[in-house]
T-cell receptor
Framework: AQTVTQSQPEMSVQEAETVTLSCTYD???????LFWYKQPPSRQMILVIR??????QNATENRFSVNFQKAAKSFSLKISDSQLGDTAMYFC??????????????????FGTGTRLQVTL | DVKVTQSSRYLVKRTGEKVFLECVQD?????MFWYRQDPGLGLRLIYF???????EKGDIPEGYSVSREKKERFSLILESASTNQTSMYLC???????????FGPGTRLTVL
């Protein structure tokens, strides 16, 4: 079974600064996907960024980027130029496909326990 | 935009009651999911469905059942609610793209 570990329950960063959220995972799979999801205080979870394991290049989405170290099974999220709107819970997630007893394939996400990020003035 | 809606934001029930949580998505997604979210535990998958009338157990299915009679609707059922089922319940859907699940706003269920 896959496990996802986020070792930082809470973090704080000042506005305009850079912060890095850590995530490690454990799997024997070679082909999988990794995600960072953001859950603002309003509770609607949204996707921040994704990374395909077969891609060596780190994904980037505007101020958000990842440091994907496949051998180390590490997937950290860097937020540059932090903004007050970045205040949220951040979840790291792992996904792989598997076969459903001859009826096709499915996939499901395994989430970490989350990191609560507070952006301050 | 994809929209996933859940029938209630807050719900209070008594121990032993049968509870229905409803989820509806408007993007014709094949896959739908139910999670519960608890502090310090993250999101844990209860059940998911990859097609109408099809379901698969997630990591914590005990005490729950699901129903998917129509493609857009996925219901989570607590047959006999217990206090340890007090939690935030999140529904999600995903289409043929494998990259993203879209989440509903969540239902905070309190069982007294």
């Amino acid at each position: 079974a896959q496990t996802v570990t986020q070792s930082q329950p809470e973090m704080s960063v000042q506005e305009a600064e850079t912060v890095t959220l850590s995530c490690t995972y454990d799997t024997s799979e070679s082909n999988y996907y990794l995600f960072w999801y953001k859950q603002p205080p309003s509770r609607q979870m949204i996707l921040v960024i994704r990374q395909e394991a077969y891609k060596q290049q780190n994904a980037t989405e505007n101020r958000f980027s990842v440091n994907f170290q496949k051998a180390a099974k590490s997937f950290s999220l860097k937020i540059s130029d932090s903004q007050l709107g970045d205040t949220a819970m951040y979840f790291c997630a792992f996904m792989k496909h598997y076969v459903l007893d001859h009826t096709g394939t499915a996939s499901k996400l395994t989430f970490g326990t989350g990191t609560r990020l507070q952006v301050t003035l | 935009d994809v929209k996933v809606t859940q029938s209630s934001r807050y719900l209070v029930k008594r121990t032993g009651e049968k509870v229905f949580l409803e989820c509806v998505q408007d993007m014709d997604h094949e896959n739908m999911f139910w999670y519960r979210q608890d502090p310090g535990l993250g999101l844990r998958l209860i059940y998911f469905s990859y097609d109408v009338k099809m379901k698969e157990k997630g990591d914590i299915p005990e005490g729950y059942s699901v129903s998917r009679e129509k493609k857009e609707r996925f219901s989570l059922i607590l047959e006999s609610a217990s206090t340890n089922q007090t939690s935030m319940y999140l529904c999600a859907s995903r289409g043929t793209s494998i990259y993203e699940q879209f989440f509903g706003p969540g239902t905070r269920l309190t069982v007294l």
